[in-house]
Every structure is written in C-alpha cells, then in structure tokens.
C-alpha cells in the first residue's frame, strides 16, 4: 500500500508564507502524478497545483504567481511553497498522489490526511 504524510500547516498572517511538505512511502513502482488540493469550509475539494504524468506542473489560477510546486522525485516528495498568502486561501490542504505500486502491479490513487491552513486577516 502506499501512505501520503503531509506537513507543514498552521496560523499566519495574510501576507505571510508557508511551506507545505507530503512524503509518499509503501510499495511504490512510480509515482505517475502528485499535488496538492485544497477544501475551505462549505466549499468543493479543489486542485491547487500538481505534476501531471508528463511532469508538467498545473496551479488553480487564483494561486497563480504566489504558490509553487516542487518535487524530489528520488524521494517521493512534493512541497508546496506558498507566499502572500491571503485570508481566502484557508482551507484543509490535501495531498494526492496516482502510483503505480510494485508486485503485484497495479495503479492506485492515494490522499493524504490533509493539513489545515489559516490565514488571518
């Protein structure tokens, strides 16, 4: 199986930075793609940025010019570097990953637990 371990979350002020960090570990072939999504209370799960399978990187646009994806793909880890951050940006911040997993092979998707961001005004 594969596990998604996320860090990083907290309080800051609007204007502020965090860094959000999610380990991917288990029996892991490959991972095909892997970002991070976002839920704000009463609010749909939405995609914040992402590698896609090709190894391009997709950002809601609303995070456009302040967030930004990173991954170290020898130890299946992406980062999440947030600046400027502002109040509408709170939310659970999940990590997914899609993984190809080793014998027997097989792709699954994977979330994390999620990681709350506040960002006080």
């Known amino acids: 199986q594969v596990q998604l371990v996320e860090s990083g979350g907290g309080l800051v002020q609007a204007g502020g930075s965090l860094r959000l960090s999610c380990a991917a570990s288990?029996?892991?072939?490959?991972?095909?793609?892997m970002g991070w999504y976002r839920q704000a209370p009463g609010k749909q799960r939405e995609l914040v940025a992402s590698?896609?399978?090709?190894?391009?990187?997709n950002y809601a646009d609303s995070v456009k010019g302040r967030f930004s994806i990173s991954r170290d793909s020898a130890k299946n880890t992406v980062n999440l570097e947030m600046n400027s951050l502002k109040p509408e940006d709170t939310a659970v911040y999940y990590c997914?990953?899609?993984?190809?997993?080793?014998?027997?092979?097989?792709?699954?998707?994977?979330w994390g637990q999620g990681t709350l961001v506040n960002v006080s005004s």
């Open positions: 590698y896609t399978s090709g190894g391009s990187t």
């Open positions: 288990g029996s892991i072939f490959r991972i095909n793609t």
């Open positions: 997914n990953a899609g993984v190809f997993l080793q014998q027997p092979y097989r792709y699954l998707e994977r």
